[in-house]
Every structure is written in structure tokens, then in C-alpha cells.
Nanobody, 127 residues
Framework: QVQLVESGGGLVQAGGSLKLSCAASGFTLSSYIMGWFRQAPGKEREFVAY????????GYADSVKGRSTISRDNAKNTVYLQMNTLKSEDTAVYYCAAASAVTDYTNLRQTERYAYWGQGTQVSVSS
């Protein structure tokens, strides 16, 4: 059974940092491109970052570029999102997701590209 479990969210003051983790089970993480998305109340789910299966390529939303780093440890079946200099507008539920077809780098910023999703972890940034 494919499962993605996010952790590491919480309440942090503006300017602070958080490191989110996504633990995968039921499949081999190295066979998937991984992404992070977020959804704020009343808004659509939006792309945050992706990382290719071997970690060679990454991509970020403009809103987090320069403040966030996505990484993966395939041996531990875990993907991470380090977020620094957090802002109130970063408040959202953060989801990790897995996309198959590891040689297809198209549409990696679209939710439809990802087949498996976690339940999300809440990040709240107080100003």
C-alpha cells in the first residue's frame, strides 16, 4: 500500500525556519519524482517545489525560491523541504506527492502530474 506521511509542521514566528519531512512506504522512492504543494484556507492547492528521482534537478515556485530547499534521501525513503525566513503568507497545509514516469519532466508544477499524495502537515506562521 502506497503511503506518504508528512511531518515537521507547526507554529513558528515570521522569520523562523521549519524542515518538513515526507516518509514514503509501499513503494521505492527512487522510482518517483517528488513534489511539495501547499493549500491555504480558501485557496487552491499550489506548487511549492519538486525534485527529480535522483535529486539532480529541482524546481521552485517564485514565492519560495531562495528561501526553501527540497532534498531527498532515497536510502531512507524520505523527502524534505527546508523552509527559511518564513512569512505569514507561507501559512498553509503542506502536502508531499509522488509522480511516476521519472524521465518525463513535463508539468511537474501541476497537481495532475502526481499520482500519490500525503495527508498534509499544517504550517502556521505568526507575524
Amino acid at each position: 500500500q502506497v503511503q506518504l506521511v508528512e511531518s515537521g509542521g507547526g507554529l513558528v514566528q515570521a522569520g523562523g525556519s521549519l524542515k518538513l519531512s515526507c516518509a514514503a512506504s509501499g513503494f521505492t522512492l527512487s522510482s518517483y519524482i517528488m513534489g511539495w504543494f501547499r493549500q491555504a484556507p480558501g485557496k487552491e492547492r499550489e506548487f511549492v517545489a519538486y525534485i527529480t528521482s535522483s535529486g539532480t534537478y529541482t524546481g521552485y515556485a517564485d514565492s519560495v525560491k531562495g528561501r526553501s530547499t527540497i532534498s531527498r534521501d532515497n536510502a531512507k525513503n524520505t523527502v524534505y523541504l527546508q523552509m527559511n525566513t518564513l512569512k505569514s503568507e507561507d501559512t498553509a497545509v503542506y502536502y508531499c506527492a509522488a509522480a511516476s514516469a521519472v524521465t518525463d519532466y513535463t508539468n511537474l508544477r501541476q497537481t495532475e502530474r502526481y499520482a500519490y499524495w500525503g495527508q498534509g502537515t499544517q504550517v502556521s506562521v505568526s507575524s
